[in-house]
């Protein structure tokens, strides 16, 4: 039988946790990111390993995961819906597991127009509350259609999306109802830029059943720039935060977000709704140590 | 209705480059209403290749008509006749129409005047926009009349991706995210409950090609499974 999860021990635990998102190259070689990975090991208790982030083609997450494992780091890997139907997701997952990767964000995926491959057929053939549904049930040995798996069942821990500051909150808050009643385990928050921006989510979610992360992102100098909203697939930055940083020479725009992401960061930490964060930080990994 | 916008002229004019007697068959349905391939669309068609052909020097004869439909044997045998001294049917139908006009007349060469996009609705004059991608299994009595199928860009049936932003689409800013009118709708409804179970995985053995429907007075005549 396998043991759960490094990560789902530590969810286990009272500690606040950090984890950080790396994208896998586009490319064969795992190691063009070993500066990266060298920079984030000691400062993560995971990293999420994004599926064809943006829809932009990259390696697949299963095989950057493994190369993580054996490099000590625990990885989190991401399964979005848009790339796979129902028997390739279940099927990845069952390769995943028998490589130990354990630990799985389960996500709709950014639409496939964003993306390098824009004419491209999506699949959504599964949303993501029946692909949480349907890890859960492979989690008990079943397959989504009622077949019992061969050998010991699989012990994902599992991860989901929420959105905290969208303007129309309630019915993402019906979809993140959905999630934790399709069993997610813990819960990784789109990009927030202030704590402001998630009143309303916690006014309308008094209780919480599963860990939250609030992700954090350290906004390019361009996103910045050309941003308004919809620009960016689930990128919502309240206009107070984009105001402040449209002000800004451009030289200034880096040091004063990783400034204001580390003070959020702290903030997040004293705020004892979250479980831990998550760090996006687009290119700047290598600067980790200022901000954690 | 079907709704189909017509093909670039430049893309008909290379696929009639072959042929001196040309058919242009138009249909008053669907593709009519939408300003696409009815009667009208048909005539300016025709005075348009006559004029391309002609400043080409090229020597074509073209003819027109306009069936009631092209998805019915009836109407498609009221050309017989006409047929036969063409060596190409322009067909400005929908892809079903084209397909059952090159199924009536197998000698002869059919050509495609539209391309065929989708079930909509004339929203106003001159807006088509889609409403149903016949999935065959309609959802709308527990969304609220509003399919998220076809309305959400990524079909969800669980609710809004985290891509929307103030209630708008993450694929068309200017479009409103299908599952937040859907929560809308049921809210004022009072039938919110309808959607806060999980909605299962879509069938889709419901959407196997090609599909058929037989009336259930006939299925002793064909012999066919019903959709």
Known sequence: MPALSKFAQILESDAFIVTCELDPPKGTAPSLLDNKIAALKDKVQALVVSDNPNARMQMA???????????GIEPI??????????????????????????????????????GDHPESSPVYDLDSVQLLWAISLLNLNKDISGSVLEGPAPLFTIGAAVTLAANTILPQILKFRKKEGAGAH????????????????????SELK???????CILTEEQIREYSPGKYPGLFVPKPVLEKFQSLNPGEVLPRMIEHTAALIEEIKKDGRFRGVHLMLQGEEERIGELV | MIVATRKPFEEIKKSLAAYQNILVVGCGTCVAVCLAGGKKEVGLLTS??????????????????????????????????????????????CGAGVQFLAEAYPEKAVCPGVNTTFIGVAEAAGLWTERCRACGDCVLAVTGGICPRTKCTKGLNNGPCGGMVDGKCEVDPERS???????????????????????????????????????????????AGSK
């Not at chain 2, 006559?50 to 019915?72: A, H, N, W």
């Not at chain 2, 999980?198 to 012999?223: E, S």
């Open chain 1, 77 to 114: 890997m991401t399964i979005t819906c848009r790339d796979r139907n129902r028997l390739a997701l279940q099927s990845d997952l069952l390769a995943a597991a028998g490589l130990g990767i354990q630990n799985i964000l389960a996500v709709t995926g950014d639409y496939i127009t964003w």
């Open chain 1, 186 to 205: 813990f819960f990784m928050s789109h990009p927030i830029f202030d704590l402001a921006s998630v009143a309303e989510f916690f006014k309308q979610v």
């Open chain 2, 177 to 223: 995210c299908a599952w937040v009118s859907i929560y809308d709708r049921l809210v004022r409804e009072g039938r919110l409950f309808q959607i806060e179970s999980i909605l299962p995985a879509t069938d889709f053995r419901r959407q196997t090609k090609p599909g058929t429907v037989t009336h259930a007075a006939y299925l002793r005549r064909y012999h």
């Open chain 1, 61 to 71: 997450p299963m095989g950057f995961c493994r190369y993580l494992l054996d490099k």
């Open chain 2, 48 to 93: 348009q290749l006559r004029m391309s052909f002609g400043l080409d020097k090229r020597k074509v004869r073209i003819s027109e008509v306009t069936l009631e439909r092209q998805c019915d044997h009836e109407f498609l045998e009221m050309i017989r006749d006409q047929v036969k001294d063409h060596d190409v049917l322009l067909s400005l139908a």
């Open chain 1, 210 to 216: 599963a860990p939250l992360f609030a992700s954090v």
